[in-house]
């Protein structure tokens, strides 16, 4: 305000107090001066000496009025500066001065009453070029429209973080008056906003005076509070002409678009990998329950929180899925997922019971319309729609369900079940995407469930047909005591062409027969029974094995290029022995007492159908207590381990002569055998009993 340090002459003393101008004044060019009560200079600033031309030195002592203003106007600036000096209200106005060099120039004025340290009454006048107050107006002007018309919000805020001043773009985008703003802090005028880590942020470009630049931050404002919106935001800070710190300027952007088109673009690749996800791992057998498991697994946690996939019961028993209004719909649950959500679980209904789901649950209502239900935020009368009983509703109230979605599982135009979806931990409700997402996993996995179950169905016809092909037999014939065992091959696989027979002879002799049609299903069946038919029509003829085999071979080669390992063997309790001839079958194991299980070194021959190829027939010895094992493929063979290591095994397991027939066959099953085998397994036991005396 005054001018520190430039000594006054002998006319006056500056007043106690004063300091120099700085800060705007500098900025502005303004000049100061000091007058006592006499109007005398007391203090001439340096941008005094620039507008008027005289130094301090020339202009301290003398009388304001008489140095600076010309003749005709000093009565009327005495005058002013009486009114000044006398009532205190300061006055403001132009006039031209006159300068050191005789020049003219017109000054903007403002001059008023001040009192120092001591109570003594001076008068301050502030003056400026009339161009340069002309030109910073025009400035401030335009640095007040850039700041009022740009589009992009912009504010400053103190050290505290507290309002200075907000734009009208700012006012828009947080829906908040300018005046609402100033002296609050960010999160007292947007408590919708989570503000820790920008204050955080705003305080680190404080400390540090790096900038922070296109931070990205998502909330709600009173500007539009039901929707989410996106601004890129970017601070600096602002320091005065003393490097002093004052606070931070930031600019906000409304990406909200952008933000939108990123979060859609990630959650359509997230759909895309959750798609080929899908295609990978729903249908990797065909079995019915694995494949419901694996879309459940699929869905959770990507798409929802708990799922559940339900059939109906009439789908499973391969019946017409017909569901009238009013009607319950019974279901079997298949499979459930929850992730980290144990009341759902417990909610739920539990796989593989066949439940009586009420008409007005929203998944009947989904397999009996064919169409999906959404219910984007649910509610208290939702949750009992959505449930099997009060209790579970309950739980799932607890649990904390805010949204569900069923679809249904459509495969060849028929209901099979639905997909049942809910979401606890994930915040957003279920939207038109997932829905879209939720009918693309279920028309995919329908089309698996509905393979399972056709399959399963055609598994279990030529199961049946199989096992009515397989003879019933007395334990005991012929001399022998007799066990034996059929073992499907896994439910995952089809059924196989195995089968084995007793057939009694004349002369008390009794034929063994284990054999094995190459390939699986009904056909597999079909062939087996015919050759088992032909084998029986074959046997009553008492035939030599080997040449039976050449008979059975000429029919093979007939049956639509069938081809067939098999054994055959006759015994004969007479002469205690056993003529046994091979069609490219595994060798059989004897047990004689006394000594270790052994397999017998026959003829391996070459498999029924091939054609061209002699059998030959070997005696062995069997006599009282001697054991027979016959067997198919499926009972040793496995992918992970060598054919030797697995007879060897047989071999180890049978090394028991004194344990019961039925027995052993248990054993060689739940040992050997394994649930998964892709081969089924024919098994024959014969012990020669001894003769009655």
């Known amino acids: 305000m005054g001018a520190a340090g430039i000594p006054a002459s002998e006319g006056g003393e500056p007043p106690r107090g004063a300091v120099r101008p700085s800060g705007l004044l500098d900025e502005l060019g303004m000049a100061s001066v000091v007058t006592d009560t006499e109007g005398r200079i007391v203090l001439w600033s340096p941008q005094a000496e620039e507008l008027f031309g005289y130094t301090a030195q020339e202009a301290l002592g003398q009388y304001a009025a008489h140095l600076m203003i010309h003749e005709q106007h000093v009565d009327l600036v005495v005058k002013l500066f009486a009114d000044v000096m006398e009532t205190g209200q300061s006055w403001a106005g132009a006039f031209p001065v006159r300068r050191k060099d005789g020049g003219t120039k017109l000054v903007e004025f403002r001059n008023m009453r001040l009192l120092d ?99 990205h931050t998502v909330g709600h404002t009173p500007a539009d509070p039901e929707n989410e919106h996106a601004w890129s935001v970017s601070l600096y800070r602002l320091e005065d002409a003393n490097g002093t710190v004052l606070g931070v300027a930031g600019s906000v952007l409304d990406v909200t678009e952008h933000h939108r088109a990123t979060v859609a673009a990630e959650a359509a690749r997230r759909r895309l990998a959750l798609v080929a996800d899908a295609s990978a791992r729903i249908g990797t057998t065909l079995d019915l329950d694995r494949t419901a498991r694996e879309l459940a697994g699929v869905a959770v946690p990507e798409l929802a929180d ?51 789901y009420a008409p007005e649950r929203l998944v ?66 279920f939207g038109e995407d997932d829905l879209l997402l939720a009918r693309e996993l279920a028309a995919r996995a329908a089309v ?8 399963q169905d055609a598994r279990n016809t030529a199961l049946t047909l199989q096992r009515s092909l397989l003879p019933s037999h007395p334990s005991v014939t012929g001399g022998l005591e007799v066990a034996s065992r059929y073992q499907p091959a896994g439910a995952t696989a089809e059924v196989g062409g195995d089968w084995f027979d007793v057939i009694p002879l004349d002369g008390g002799k009794t034929a063994l027969v284990v054999g094995d049609v190459m390939g699986s299903g009904i056909n597999a069946a079909a062939t087996m029974g015919r050759l088992r038919t032909a084998t029986n029509t074959l046997a009553s003829l008492d035939l030599d094995p080997a040449k039976l085999l050449e008979h059975l071979d000429r029919i093979t080669q007939d049956l639509d290029h069938s081809i067939a390992t098999c054994v055959y063997a006759v015994h004969d309790p007479r002469l205690g022995q056993c003529r046994i001839a091979n069609a490219g079958h595994l060798p059989p194991v004897r047990l004689r ?101």
């Open 117 to 215: 340290d001591r109570g003594d009454v001076y008068a301050l006048g502030l003056c400026a070029d009339q161009e340069t107050v002309r030109r910073l107006d025009r400035d401030v002007a335009l640095s007040t429209r850039m700041v009022s018309q740009s589009p992009i919000g912009l504010a400053v805020l103190d050290t505290e973080l507290r309002y200075v001043s907000v734009n009208p773009a700012l006012e828009q985008l947080n829906g908040v008056p300018a005046a609402d703003h100033v002296g609050r802090k960010i999160g007292e005028v947007l408590p919708q906003l989570d503000v820790s880590a920008f204050e955080t942020a705003a305080l680190e470009v404080m400390r540090t005076g790096t900038p922070l630049v296109d931070q």
């Open 306 to 356: 708990v799922a559940a996939v339900d059939l109906l019961e009439a789908v499973v028993q391969g019946r017409p899925s017909t569901l009238r209004p009013a009607e319950p719909a019974v279901m079997r649950p298949l499979a459930v997922e929850a992730a980290g959500v144990p009341e759902a679980l417990r909610a739920a209904d539990p796989p593989g019971q066949v439940a009586h």
């Open 364 to 429: 009947t209502e989904c397999v009996r319309t064919g169409r999906p239900v959404l219910v984007s935020r649910v509610g208290p009368d939702d949750l009992a729609r959505i449930s099997r009983s009060p209790e579970a509703a309950a739980l799932l109230g607890r649990a904390g369900v805010h949204s569900y979605l069923a679809v249904p599982l459509i495969a060849r135009g028929e209901v099979l079940g639905a997909l049942d979806l809910k979401r606890v931990g994930n915040p957003e409700p």
């Open 448 to 455: 698996q469930i509905d393979n399972a179950r056709w399959y």
């Open 593 to 693: 007492a006394g000594r270790p299980p052994e397999l017998l070194e026959l003829p391996t021959g070459a498999p029924l159908g091939v054609g061209g190829v002699a059998f030959s027939t070997t005696t062995v010895d069997l006599g009282p207590g001697d054991r027979l094992v016959l067997y198919t493929d499926g009972l040793v063979e496995t992918r992970q381990h060598p054919l030797d290591e697995r007879l060897d095994a047989l071999l180890d397991l049978l090394d028991c002569p004194d344990c019961p027939l039925e027995e052993a066959c248990d054993l060689l099953l739940r040992t050997l055998h394994q649930p998964d085998n892709s081969d089924d397994v024919a098994l024959l036991i014969a012990r020669v009993q001894a003769p009655e005396s």
